[in-house]
């Protein structure tokens, strides 16, 4: 009776214990940034909302430093469900999901906050739905402020400045475009990869934001850092779509507003942290220079726009979009 009585219970622990493994589902997260930065600040308050909301059934972890792979691998391995979910810039999208590079064009963004209201408005919707056809559900998009050139040599005020620099780009043939038009070398590699090669002078210099210039201590090898602002780059919060249909559809509510507070989150840190990030390479030493005559960058992307219309005329009415939104 007693052995029964045991045997009853110790089945019905495994049983249970059988069904919690079998319900929770562990979601793998990649992330290229390291912590603390705002990216990962907020991932990790998404993976902890959403186990939360969904009472454990969901358990995402979030890898930093982007340990599980480069970013277009990463992409490739949320697309096809290997990994679960991602922060990912929309740069190194735009190979895979055409539609993305209109945001990819310099200068398209007037400023940030124009930036905010075309992704949180119809145009973001639209980035969401392309997305969506190649496996990815964007739920939330993340700041990535304005990127500016720095490297190793010398300040650039002037496109010509640009001149013969080996710069590194991020993974789109429309950088290597941008590089082209004002006179540079453009080597397309991944971001894990640039502090060597500047180091090294395999390049002379790349583009990015304050946080990503300090976070990667890209400053303490290129000393130049000169406000081009030639990108806006928005960034997404994404799930393969493989974990998004596995779940049902209270936790794809649930996961949605994690989403949706991550992202309230991330822009909040966001602001912080370029501040920070400025005060912190300015007191290393950095020379910063601002750019007066922005228009003469912008004038030399002129026939990327006409060649990417041409080359996509689908798109024409998505620069428009953006171009008119006040
Ligand atoms: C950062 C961005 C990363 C990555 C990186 C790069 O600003 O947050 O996702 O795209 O730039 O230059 O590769």
Redesign the pocket.
């Known amino acids: 009776m007693k052995a029964t009585l045991v045997l009853g219970s110790m089945a019905a622990l495994s049983t249970s214990m059988l069904s919690t493994t079998a319900q929770a589902d562990t979601w793998r997260g990649w992330n ?2 390291p912590p603390g930065y705002p ?1 990962t600040i907020a991932l990790e308050s998404f993976a902890k909302e959403v186990k939360e909301a969904t009472d454990g059934r969901v358990s995402p972890k979030v890898y930093n430093n982007s340990i599980l792979g480069d ?1 277009t691998d990463a992409i490739e391995q949320v697309r096809n469900g290997a990994l679960d979910f991602a ?3 929309m ?2 999208m735009g190979p895979i999901v055409p539609a993305t590079n209109v945001v990819s064009l310099p200068f398209i963004f007037k400023n940030i906050d124009h930036m905010h209201r075309v992704m949180d408005g119809e145009v973001g919707q639209r980035f969401a739905e392309a997305m969506a056809e190649k496996n990815l559900v964007a739920l939330s998009w ?1 700041d ?2 304005a ?1 500016s050139f720095y490297n190793t040599k010398h300040a650039i005020r002037t496109p010509d400045d640009v001149k013969g620099l080996k710069l ?1 780009v ?2 789109n043939d429309l950088y290597v475009q941008m590089a082209d038009a004002l006179g540079g070398n453009a080597t397309p590699m ?2 894990s990869e ?1 502090f060597q090669s500047l180091k090294t002078g395999v390049i002379d210099g ?4 304050y ?2 210039y300090e976070s ?1 201590n890209h400053f303490e090898v290129a000393g130049y850092f000169s406000l081009t602002q030639h990108l806006i ?1 928005p ?1 997404c919060l994404c799930i393969s779509k493989r974990s998004w249909n596995a779940l049902s559809e209270s936790d794809q509510q649930a996961v949605r507003e994690a989403a949706e507070h991550a992202s309230t989150l991330q822009r909040e840190e966001w602001t912080k942290r370029s501040e920070a990030s400025r005060e912190k390479v300015l007191a290393a030493g950095v020379s910063i220079n601002e750019v007066d005559d922005k228009a003469a960058f912008q004038d030399r992307m002129t026939p990327i726009y006409e060649r990417f219309v041409e080359q996509n005329p689908a798109l024409a009415d998505w620069v428009e979009a953006i171009q008119n939104t006040p």
């Open positions: 290229i940034h990216n970013q922060n990912f810039n740069g190194p993340f990535s402020g990127r590194r991020m993974n991944s971001y640039v790349a583009e990015n934001n946080p990503s990667s780059i960034e």
